[in-house]
């Protein structure tokens, strides 16, 4: 069975560009969760979607946003991009997002902005 | 405000060299602690999930357990394999998303 694919694995934007990191979920798995990641802050959540529908979020700026598509793979977007937006970008999907489900991670898109 | 804190932030051992990671919480209304471990350059890979004071968990030479106020990650005899960062997370309380800690680096020598 495969696992959650993120794509693409490196990116290196420009301050005020926007960029767009895409997820596909674990084939079944219908709930998909965005994490920041930074060496001071740790895992920091942004979103969850579930059947297409946001269904919890995360302190970040409206500049994060994110969508799931009917087969529940997930884009997320980041406009205006800032220096501080430089991160790993980590997906993460499970069958139905409750709390007792394990989460299962993809390898992260690394996202540079200079 | 619920957290968590993991300490220590680092922590290198000598092969067969046993210790234990902690996780501290505060919240009210735990629905589960969950223990991660990362590798470089991967996403976090699912441990143990525990759920009640008392309750213990164990996979080869890991073994998690769980109190009111802390959770453990006691690693028995350690192997180099076992280098990674250690995270754990807890969904409880007001908050409906999986709150994490900051992880502890482990580095295991031969």
């Known amino acids: 069975k495969a696992g959650v694919t993120q794509t693409p694995r490196y990116l290196i934007k420009t301050r005020g560009q926007q960029v767009t990191l895409s997820c596909s979920p674990i084939s079944g798995h219908r709930s998909v969760s965005w994490y920041q990641q930074t060496p001071g802050q740790g895992l920091q959540f942004l979103f969850e979607y579930f059947s297409e529908t946001q269904r919890n979020k995360g302190n970040f700026p409206g500049r994060f946003s994110g969508r799931q598509f009917s087969n529940s793979r997930s884009e997320m977007n980041v406009s205006t991009l800032e220096l501080g937006d430089s991160a790993l970008y980590l997906c993460a999907s499970s069958l139905a997002g409750r709390d007792n489900e394990k989460l299962f991670f993809g390898s992260g898109t690394q996202l540079s902005v200079l | 405000e619920d957290q968590v804190t993991q300490s220590p932030e680092a922590l290198r051992l000598q092969e067969g060299e046993s210790s234990s990671l902690n996780c501290s919480y505060t919240?009210?209304?735990?629905?589960?602690l969950f223990w991660y471990r990362q590798d470089p350059g991967k996403g976090p890979e699912f441990l143990f999930t525990?759920?009640?004071a008392g309750e213990e968990k164990e996979k080869e030479r890991l073994k998690a357990t769980l109190t009111k106020k802390e959770s453990f990650l006691h690693i028995t005899a350690p192997k180099p394999e076992d280098s990674a960062t250690y995270l754990c997370?807890?969904?409880?309380?007001?908050?409906?998303?999986?709150?994490f800690g900051t992880g502890t680096l482990l580095a295991v020598q031969p």
């Open positions: 525990l759920y009640s």
């Open positions: 997370a807890f969904y409880g309380g007001a908050t409906n998303k999986l709150i």
């Open positions: 919240v009210s209304g735990l629905r589960g």
